[in-house]
């Protein structure tokens, strides 16, 4: 199995930034794709940025030039800077890993357990 550990979320002020870190246990697999997803109230879950192993990034448009993701698969961590925050990016955030077991092709998700962020007007 592989198990995601989000840290970093809080109350932070319109304008204000922060700093979403996940890391991975992924004994027996290989992540190939880890991000972050967020889910307001009364809303879906979204995707707002991503990255490969590659290290190919997708973005959201709702936070392109704002948010910005980066990860280190030899360390299994993904990080997400969050600049110029707003109320509408008062979310629960979750990180996301697509893994594959050993040997094997299928892609699994695998979900970390939520970290809230609120922005204050």
């Known amino acids: 199995q592989v198990q995601l550990v989000e840290s970093g979320g809080g109350l932070v002020q319109s304008g204000g930034s922060l700093k979403l870190s996940c890391v991975a246990s992924?004994?027996?697999?290989?992540?190939?794709?880890m991000g972050w997803y967020r889910q307001a109230p009364g809303k879906q879950r979204e995707l707002v940025a991503t990255i490969t192993s590659a290290d190919r990034t997708n973005v959201a448009d709702s936070v392109v030039g704002r948010f910005f993701v980066s990860g280190d698969f030899a360390k299994n961590t993904v990080n997400l800077v969050m600049n110029n925050l707003n109320a509408d990016d008062t979310a629960t955030y979750y990180c996301?890993?697509?893994?594959?077991?050993?040997?094997?092709?299928?892609?699994?998700?695998?979900w970390g357990p939520g970290t809230q962020v609120t922005v204050s007007s």
């Open positions: 992924r004994a027996g697999f290989i992540i190939d794709v």
């Open positions: 996301h890993a697509l893994a594959r077991r050993l040997g094997r092709s299928q892609l699994l998700d695998y």
